[in-house]
């Protein structure tokens, strides 16, 4: 056998014995990501989600093998998948362009997103959207993905609607999350809720603030999310927030206290996680972190992030930015 533990979470074949009447081996194939290497076992996690584990003893050949041909995801499949992990409390659809509001809290929560063409001339639509807005007491906004919308970017500039915040869209495979945040045992363990406690909500500062009235509800808006943490004799020093969709981790609200900073605990949160989302059969992760923020920019790049895309918001004419 071949493998080695630094192949923990690459594809690996594995050609194992099993039983047969007579004197004439039978063989067969294991085809997988190697999930564990043991002493006397190994564990493989097919494509459907399944664990198959084989003792080594009955191990005949084993090797790693090229990662499965995947299609690059498209800036609309993945910007829909991050839509379901990040939902306004209020949704409807206008053809292809998603409204969103969420009491005002968080751009994404309150924004519409075009992924398609709407069902009416974009002047029509966008009157729409400036009164479904109004009625809700919010400015019209749009979250434009890049390249995917830059003609109705150019619309959208072109009558006046002033952009910022440009964002930077990352991927990277789980496993190089994994691999690149080693497990830690000097900081305990990451914990996970279904719902996020009084300590958690503290913990994280949204745009260096405390969270407004009626982000709960919009932090809780989602297929099952998690919201880890990490703590230390002191409480809480490290807090996240995970969904997964269509094998997809989304990853949002990763905040560590500053006292607690420059100690590793944002590779640890990630990997707490990446751990998670494995165990539902997540494969990929995806974040959003903007453009201005260069260290954390540089920091995912060390995890094996990449840029998938881009966005920015807009807003309509004479309409608060923030």
């Known amino acids: 056998m071949t493998l080695t533990a630094d192949q923990i979470g690459h594809r690996v074949v594995v050609r194992r014995r099993i039983a047969a009447p007579g004197d004439r081996e039978r063989f067969s194939d294991v085809l997988g990501e190697l999930v564990e290497l043991g002493e006397s076992s190994l564990t493989v996690r097919r494509r459907d989600g399944e664990l198959v584990v084989v003792d080594l003893a009955h191990v005949a050949a084993a090797k790693p093998v090229p990662p499965a041909a995947t299609r690059r995801p498209s800036d609309r499949d993945l910007e829909r998948i991050a839509a379901l992990g990040w939902q306004g409390l209020e949704q409807t659809w206008l ?165 607690a900073r420059r100690r590793g605990l944002g590779r640890h949160l990630m990997r707490g996680l990446a751990e998670w989302a494995a165990e539902l059969g997540a494969r990929q992760v995806y974040l959003q972190v903007a453009e201005e923020n260069a260290a954390a920019v540089a920091m995912y790049d060390t995890l094996g992030f990449s840029t998938h895309h881009r966005y920015h918001y807009r807003v309509a004419p004479g309409q608060p930015v923030a």
Do not use: K
């Not at 150019?154 to 495979?173: I, K």
């Not at 919201?227 to 905040?255: H, K, N, P, Y």
């Open 95 to 259: 053809g292809g362009w998603l409204l969103r509001a969420g009491n005002g809290f968080t751009g994404r929560a309150n924004s519409f997103l075009p992924l398609d063409p709407p069902d009416r001339p974009v002047l029509d639509a966008l009157a729409f959207v400036t009164g479904w807005y109004a009625e809700r007491g919010l400015p019209p906004r749009a979250q434009v993905p890049l390249p995917l919308a830059g003609d109705l970017d150019d619309e959208l500039a072109a009558a006046g609607w002033l952009a910022y915040n440009p964002t930077r869209f990352l991927v990277a495979p789980i496993a190089a999350v994994l691999a690149t945040c080693p497990a830690r045992a000097d900081l305990q363990p990451v914990t996970h809720e279904a719902v996020p406690g009084p300590e958690w909500l503290a913990g994280y500062q949204y745009r260096g603030l405390s969270l407004p009235d009626g982000a709960v509800s919009v932090l809780t808006n989602a297929m099952a999310p998690t919201f880890a943490s990490v703590r230390d004799s002191g409480g809480f020093i490290g807090v996240g927030r995970g969904v997964v969709d269509e094998g997809w981790l989304g990853v949002t609200a990763v905040t560590v206290t500053e006292s």
